[in-house]
């Protein structure tokens, strides 16, 4: 059996919800290009994201830990295909579309620069008088305008239901939209469960890296609700299980009782506020897709505790003195010679002026490559 574009959006039709994203309905694209004979707008997108330059760098960017640290940790792309995975099992369980899901998932962190959040703090600062910065629209600038992979547009050209998942909160976007569409407009359901996922993702993630690296003990962590219940079941569940089965297994659990919960509540209000279509998903707000109540509560115990025991320990801390120092050195370093940087780069200065020219480089870069070029033009 041949399966085409078209099969497949008729078999949409009747598998998704009315309130999902059905790719033959897309708002499209900016540039206009034929449809692809077998492959739908969103698994094109999907598809094309994966094989940017910005994708692979992913591999070699701080989540928590930098790379070198160890090979155990999450970087950028791990955090990545686990927020696909959980965003695809909810997208699924509520009848959406999957493919979307995935290129938002897959997308999501295209912009974060090197050294993590730290990175992204110290380019906002340095880029303070001329627009700032946020891996969110960086990500979208990557995918419009940065990568250079088709000679009959620039960037990607992804269908306008993956950008605005990109963007992540419209309200912060100033850029043209489809016709009928304004900022104050909430995105897709696809683009909401992918938010979510992203949270369960690095939290459940932290806690394991964390546990691993000794930044926390077992003990301080049944501290927490989600943590203590959940790995009560465990060792109930497998009395002489090791240390190590235990903690995956717990982790496993929250991750399934949170996705759970997200899929119970999400349905609750579909039900509760009459979301018959995406035009109702559109004008509902962001909170479509959110934590029950109770699950809330718990979860927000649970990012207080890393927050406390994690992302302030000295260890972490150190992450950031390093990111400002390399960061801040290149960044001056490129600003006063910016001959240093390869010439295709350096095109952009005509159209964005030189600092956000010397911004993209630098957020573009990998942990391992900004501190390979701070050593080279800067010593130790």
Not at 141 to 155: A, D, H, Q, T
């Amino acid at each position: 059996m041949n399966i085409t574009r078209v099969s497949i959006e008729e078999r949409e039709k009747h598998l998704l919800a009315p309130y999902a994203a059905h790719s033959a309905d897309s708002l499209g694209r900016e540039y206009q290009e034929p449809e692809h004979d077998m492959r739908t707008a969103f698994q094109r997108d999907r598809d094309r994201i994966i094989h940017t330059q910005a994708f692979r760098r992913l591999e070699y960017k701080t989540q928590v830990f930098v790379n070198h640290e160890g090979d155990h940790y999450r970087t950028r792309l791990t955090h990545t295909i686990e927020v696909s995975q959980i965003a695809r099992s909810i997208a699924r369980a509520l009848g959406l579309n999957e493919e979307l899901a995935e290129a938002v998932a897959l997308a999501h962190d295209l912009g974060h620069p090197p050294f993590g959040h730290a990175g992204e703090k110290v380019l906002d600062e340095l880029m303070k008088d001329h627009g700032g910065f946020e891996h969110n629209i960086q990500a979208l600038r990557i995918v419009e305008v940065l990568e250079k992979r088709y000679p009959s547009f620039p960037g990607l050209n992804l269908t306008w239901e993956t950008r605005e998942g990109i963007i992540k909160y419209l309200h912060r976007y100033q850029g043209p939209m489809p016709p009928g569409l304004t900022n104050t407009v909430s995105p897709s359901f696809e683009a909401q469960v992918v938010d979510v996922a992203d949270e369960i993702a690095y939290n459940n993630h932290d806690l394991d890296d964390g546990l691993s690296s000794r930044l926390f003990d077992l003990e301080e962590v049944q501290d927490t609700l989600l943590w203590r219940e959940h790995y009560k079941s465990s060792k109930k569940s497998f009395p002489g299980s090791s240390w190590r089965e235990s903690k995956h297994d717990t982790i496993r659990r929250i991750i399934n009782s949170q996705v759970q919960d997200i899929i119970t509540s999400t349905c609750e209000r579909i039900k509760t506020r009459k979301i018959r279509d995406i035009t109702d998903v559109r004008v509902n707000g962001h909170d479509l897709v959110v934590f029950s109540e109770d699950m809330n509560e718990k979860n927000i115990e649970l990012k207080r505790f890393l927050m406390t025991r994690m992302y302030k320990n000295e260890r972490v801390m150190k992450l950031e003195k390093s990111a400002r120092k390399t960061l801040s050195g290149l960044f001056q370093l490129y600003i006063v010679d910016p001959n240093k940087i390869p010439e295709h780069v350096r095109k952009l200065e005509k159209v964005e002026g030189r600092y956000r020219m010397v911004c993209d480089y630098v957020a573009g870069m990998t942990d391992r490559y900004a501190l390979q070029q701070y050593e080279r033009w800067l010593g130790s």
